[in-house]
């Protein structure tokens, strides 16, 4: 039962660079790593270039705002083109069997 909550999980798609210091990103419900629905998007700010060990990342700051339709959709066509495919090559797998397409 573990296995199956882990396939499905809420996760992050996209990202819209708004400045240099801020991006928009949507969250989706999502099985595997397959975006299903949009929950929320985000617009997430850098406060600092550098964490406090002189790394890159820093603290950040997010605020939600309204689902970000368009990232919605590029996140539904990576679904489709992940389906899709799969559809043509279990087709073509199964044409070859029928037909004896293996030469």
Do not use: C
């Amino acid at each position: 039962m573990e296995s199956v909550v882990n396939l499905i999980r809420r996760q992050f798609h996209g990202q819209r660079k708004e400045s240099e210091d801020s991006y928009v990103t949507t969250e989706f419900v999502a099985f595997w790593f397959l975006p299903l629905w949009p929950v929320a998007s985000y617009r997430v700010v850098r406060k600092e270039q550098t964490g406090p060990s002189g790394r890159p990342g820093g603290a950040i700051e997010s605020k939600e705002i309204p689902v970000q339709w368009e990232q919605a959709i590029r996140g539904w066509l990576v679904l489709f083109a992940f389906l899709g495919g799969l559809g043509f090559m279990i087709t073509l797998m199964y044409l070859t069997h029928k037909f004896g397409w293996q030469d």
